[in-house]
Structures are given as structure tokens and as C-alpha cells.
């Protein structure tokens, strides 16, 4: 597709289950970010893809908190165990070149745990 | 912690008036930044950017400008209109553990537009 593409775009779990997100981002772009996004509030760093480079994870929560992305394209957010304050928005964007443009953002997966 | 932040978490203007919003940033080594707008149940959506070699960038009714001296990024919006209604972050470029840089994003101001 023409723009970063996030499924599912909601999802609902229970509390102590796992939940996997995908993201799909703009084709060829080398970085990618995961971003997560609490009710009425700023966009909290996660992790950061940059081609085949070791990604940045500072921006992890817990270690309940993982990501992958496999080729160098499609990525996955995997949230072990989830708790109620996981609960949140997540979002991920892709970028070209970090430096020249900035990263274009897909709708995002609103993540309710119950 | 080194952080992107915003004056006001919120403003509201009229049809027709000019708006400003301000971000501060902390980090000197940043040297891009971008706006973004993020409206209700979307993700944001660029704005426009400037590089820290230039003060000032202009895009269709929108302005950056960059004051690296006191480390402060506006946004101004000409003939603020209803549909710039949304919440608006600025978002700075920084060196960033082993991954090289990273994008850091602002909490965040809500710009209420009145006709």
C-alpha cells in the first residue's frame, strides 16, 4: 500500500494474555519506529529499527515488551502478560532517511486489556 | 531527562486569527525537527520539518522557526481555520543509543479553532 498499515486496529484482551501488533510500513523505507500513545497524552518512544543495524530498545517498559522485524520490513510489538496500564495506542511509522523527512505514521492499534 | 516539551497544553483561537504554538527542547545535539498534527483517531500526520542550520522554513500558511540559542521550535498557522482543529507535537531528531538517532516527541498542544 501507498501508507504504514497497522492491524489489527483494535483489540481487546484480558488481562495476563498476550498480544501481538503488526505493522506494515512504507515500502523501502529503512527506519521504523513504534511509538505508544496513553489517553490525551504525547507519543511515548518504544523501540527504533534502522536497516540491519541492532535496534534501539531503550525505550521499552518492561521486558514484557518485545519487538522484531523480520526482512527489514513488516514489524511486530509482542506485549507478554498484558496489564491494564499497557492499555494505550500504538503506533508505528516508517521513514525513509530519519534526517532528511520525517516518518510517516500508520492509524495505529487501540489496545484495551480488561 | 533530556526531553521535547510544550508551553501551553492548550489553545483556542478564532477563524481567521493567526495561531502560535511553542515547543521547547533541551537536547543541543538535536538537528532536525518536524511538526505534526494529529487529529482525533489518527496518527499524526507531518506538518512540516527544518533542519538546524536554518531559523525559519515556510510551507502553505504554515511557518517553522528555530531558535537554537534558547533551544525553542513555533509552529505559526496563518488564517487559522476549524479543520486545523487537532493536537499538534513537535518532534526533535536526537542522537540515540547504538541505533544512531532517534525521533522524540513533545507532549503535545490542542488547538481549539472557533468560527
Known amino acids: 500500500g501507498a501508507g504504514v498499515s497497522q492491524s489489527p486496529s483494535n483489540k481487546v484482551t484480558e488481562k495476563g494474555k498476550d498480544v501481538e501488533l503488526r505493522c506494515d510500513p512504507i515500502s523501502g523505507h529503512t527506519a521504523l519506529y513504534w511509538y505508544r500513545q496513553s489517553l490525551g497524552q504525547g507519543l511515548e518512544f518504544l523501540i527504533y529499527?534502522?536497516?540491519?543495524?541492532?535496534?534501539?530498545k531503550s525505550g521499552l517498559p518492561s521486558d514484557r515488551f518485545s519487538a522484531e522485524r523480520t526482512g527489514g520490513s513488516v514489524s511486530t510489538l509482542t506485549i507478554q502478560r498484558t496489564q491494564q496500564e499497557d492499555s494505550a495506542v500504538y503506533l508505528c511509522a516508517s521513514s525513509l532517511n530519519i534526517g532528511d523527512q520525517g516518518a510517516f505514521f500508520g492509524q495505529g492499534t487501540r489496545l484495551t486489556v480488561v | 531527562g533530556e526531553n521535547v516539551g510544550l508551553h501551553l497544553p492548550t489553545l483556542s483561537v478564532q477563524e481567521g486569527d493567526n495561531s502560535i504554538i511553542n515547543c521547547a527542547y533541551s537536547n543541543s545535539a538535536s538537528d532536525y525537527f518536524i511538526w505534526y498534527k494529529q487529529e482525533s483517531g489518527k496518527g499524526p500526520q507531518f506538518i512540516i520539518d527544518?533542519?538546524?542550520?536554518?531559523d525559519k522554513r515556510q510551507g502553505q500558511r504554515v511557518t517553522v522557526l528555530l531558535n537554537k540559542t534558547v533551544k525553542h521550535l513555533s509552529l505559526q498557522i496563518a488564517a487559522t481555520q476549524p479543520g486545523d482543529s487537532a493536537v499538534y507535537f513537535c518532534a526533535e531528531n536526537i542522537p540515540h543509543s547504538q541505533a544512531g538517532t532517534a525521533l522524540i516527541f513533545g507532549k503535545g498542544t490542542t488547538l481549539s479553532v472557533s468560527s
Open positions: 527544518i533542519r538546524s542550520n536554518m
Open positions: 529499527f534502522q536497516g540491519n543495524s541492532a535496534p534501539d
